[in-house]
């Protein structure tokens, strides 16, 4: 069944350094997309960055990238060079191609402190 | 400009009264999405839509109820079989395999 897992429910990190937020899935099609959104608390969902299954390079957008390891059904969210206006939920999701059904994962809020 | 409309922004809803929620899109997409977002919590998903005249369950479909009549068009309706409807809803649309482009979302209380 397709699945999304955040395991980290919050994180804080120090202005400017790097993080990295968690994100593994589970699916059966060997066809999928993999995407990361900030939602800030006004709400809205802001996209950053996407992966597809068949994608040999790691995405990267910035100061996003994604730490996409295939075996290990991971697609990984670092940040380099954290700043304040970082602070948010981070959500993981997944669409399967076949059914274009697009799950999310529970979240991680991350905060940064000055 | 193109995008996602939803309305109203904040709806208030009486105990038994079914309610609807807006969505709109001008992006030509043929997918759309509707999400339910409790405090704290994901985005799970109620009902989804590959083309026009065609829906699917989610997760939490239960109590709630949709329509796609139009491309452009995926309303919402909060049955009163739904006995926990406040929360955040999002809608979304997407095309190719890129990004889902999301509304400002509806806010619902039950009063």
């Known amino acids: 069944a397709q699945k999304i897992t955040q395991t980290q429910p919050g994180m804080f990190v120090q202005e400017k350094e790097a993080v990295t937020l968690d994100c593994t899935y589970d699916t059966s099609d060997p066809s999928y997309g993999l995407f990361w959104y900030k939602q800030p608390s006004s709400g809205e969902m802001i996209f950053l960055i996407y992966q597809g299954s068949y994608d040999q390079q790691n995405a990267t957008e910035g100061r996003y990238s994604l730490n996409f390891q295939k075996a290990r059904k991971s697609a990984n969210l670092v940040i380099s060079a954290s700043q304040l206006g970082d602070s948010a939920m981070y959500f993981c999701?997944?669409?399967?191609?076949?059914?274009?059904?697009?799950?999310f994962g529970k979240g991680t809020r991350l905060h940064i402190l000055p | 400009d193109g995008g996602i409309t939803q309305s109203p922004k904040y709806l208030f809803r009486k105990e038994g009264q079914n309610v609807t929620l807006s969505c709109e899109q001008n992006l030509n997409h043929d997918a759309m999405y509707w999400y339910r977002q409790d405090p704290g919590q994901g985005l799970r998903l109620i009902y989804y839509?590959?083309?026009?005249?065609?829906?699917q369950k989610g997760d939490i479909a239960e109590g709630y109820s949709v329509s796609r009549e139009k491309k452009e068009s995926f309303p919402l309706t909060v049955t009163s079989a739904q006995k926990n409807p406040t929360a955040f809803y999002l809608c979304?649309?997407?095309?190719?395999?890129?990004?889902?482009?999301f509304g400002q979302g509806t806010r619902l209380t039950v009063v």
């Open positions: 839509s590959q083309i026009v005249n065609d829906f």
């Open positions: 979304a649309s997407m095309e190719g395999n890129t990004e889902a482009f």
């Open positions: 999701a997944m669409r399967e191609w076949r059914d274009d059904k697009i799950i």
